[in-house]
T-cell receptor, first 114, second 115 residues
Framework: DGGITQSPKYLFRKEGQNVTLSCEQNLNHDAMYWYRQDPGQGLRLIYYSQIVNDFQKGDIAEGYSVSREKKESFPLTVTSAQKNPTAFYLC?????????????FGPGTRLTVL | ELKVEQNPLFLSMQEGKNYTIYCNYS?????LYWYRQDPGKSLESLFV?????AVKQEGRLMASLDTKARLSTLHITAAVHDLSATYFC???????????????FGKGTKLSVIP
């Protein structure tokens, strides 16, 4: 089955801790994205990557970091510098420069700061 | 900066009734997507609209795109409880600085269908 997996489903962080959210896809997509969703809000782009070993900041990158060492994987680290990290985090992927670039989403990780 | 506005943000409707959700956007784009999100779940793709005048239908939902008016609509016919969810529109735009296409999402319309 082709798709996007995210883990863990729920994550609890103590103040001052860094945590890493996993995102893996087997759709052979070049582009991968991380979004943050707050209650009653749309999605806001944190980081995206179009090729391995390259990534760009989105609208709200402060306090987050990413890596793209493999095409299939795009982990997101929420650092202690992110002051309000409690949110629902969604990973997505898409082809690049196709007729259209529909994004497909993983199941999400809900992060709560204790 | 591309802005995407959905309205209404909240919609409570009775089963069997019809209603339309509107998605307005601020800059030229030929590609628009509609997604559905159930509570606590991820986004599920509903429709891909790729050109002016595009119309797609699936069951009780029909989406259309008017690129000249920068408007997309999601029409619900004879609503049923299973359609209760949050619906997002997302507009695709080319960002030359980044050299890539990006999606900008509306805030979503939370639909509750009441028996």
């Amino acid at each position: 089955d082709g798709g996007i997996t995210q883990s863990p489903k729920y994550l609890f962080r103590k103040e001052g801790q860094n945590v890493t959210l996993s995102c893996e896809q087997n759709l052979n997509h070049d582009a991968m994205y991380w979004y943050r969703q707050d209650p009653g809000q749309g999605l806001r782009l944190i980081y995206y990557s179009q090729i391995v070993n390259d990534f760009q900041k989105g609208d709200i990158a402060e306090g987050y970091s990413v890596s793209r060492e493999k095409k299939e994987s795009f982990p997101l680290t929420v650092t202690s510098a992110q002051k309000n990290p409690t949110a629902f985090y969604l990973c997505a992927s898409s082809i690049l420069y196709g007729a259209y670039n529909e994004q497909f989403f993983g199941p999400g990780t809900r992060l709560t700061v204790l | 900066e591309l802005k995407v506005e959905q309205n209404p943000l909240f919609l409570s409707m009775q089963e069997g009734k019809n209603y339309t959700i509107y998605c307005n956007y601020s800059t030229t784009s030929d590609r628009l997507y509609w997604y559905r999100q159930d509570p606590g779940k991820s986004l599920e793709s509903l429709f891909v609209l790729l050109s002016n005048g595009a119309v797609k239908q699936e069951g009780r939902l029909m989406a259309s795109l008017d690129t000249k008016a920068r408007l997309s609509t999601l029409h619900i016919t004879a609503a049923v409880h299973d359609l209760s969810a949050t619906y997002f529109c997302a507009v695709e735009n080319w960002y030359s600085g980044a050299g890539s296409y990006q999606l900008t999402f509306g805030k979503g319309t939370k639909l509750s269908v009441i028996p």
